[in-house]
């Protein structure tokens, strides 16, 4: 119930207060372009909606029944703790070189790399073949649907725009 709680309350300070303040809303915007305020309030808008859902979820009887407080470690099973402590710091470290990537090979290949090191940082790498089709193809589409149904912009990164791709 707290977890519900701490998420719609975060996503509500980001939609109601961050975003008013520090997103500026131009006051013609032309055609069908977006406003720059769409894409943070629609994240915004679902955080908070999936915090309330898993608020309700929460307080629903069927979930109180299924839940037992000493069943807490069974979420991490037989892993240590300092194993997962230095699996979440791979992760930020991924995160801190993704950025760098994007601004070095671009938002497609970076985040083509980012997914690659996710997948064997979550042990699903034993099905190389998969990992690597769904690493390649789900940013792939995901750009091409961005870029021409939405026209968004990624950026190209400064080595490919330097070898003029």
């Known amino acids: 119930m707290t977890r519900g709680l701490l998420i719609t309350a975060l996503f509500g300070i980001v939609l109601f207060i961050l975003i008013p303040v520090y997103v500026p809303r131009p006051s ?39 839940a037992d407080p000493e069943d807490a470690g069974a979420i991490r099973g037989d892993t240590p703790l300092p194993i997962l402590l230095m ?6 470290l991924a995160f801190a070189l993704f950025v760098g990537a994007v601004m070095l090979l671009g938002f497609l290949l970076a985040s083509m790399l980012l997914l690659v090191v996710m997948l064997v940082l979550t042990g699903y790498w034993q099905r190389r073949w998969v990992s690597l089709l769904v690493a390649v193809a789900l940013p792939l589409v995901l750009y091409l649907f961005f870029s021409s149904a939405l026209n968004t912009r990624f950026p190209t990164g400064s080595l490919l725009r330097a070898l003029g791709v």
Do not use: E, Y
């Open 87 to 92: 699996r979440f710091g791979w992760a930020v």
């Open 28 to 66: 013609f915007i032309p055609g069908f372009a977006p406003p720059p305020d769409m894409w943070p309030r629609t994240v915004s808008i679902i955080g908070m909606v999936l915090g309330l859902l898993l608020l309700g979820l929460s307080l629903s009887r069927k979930t109180q029944a299924i």
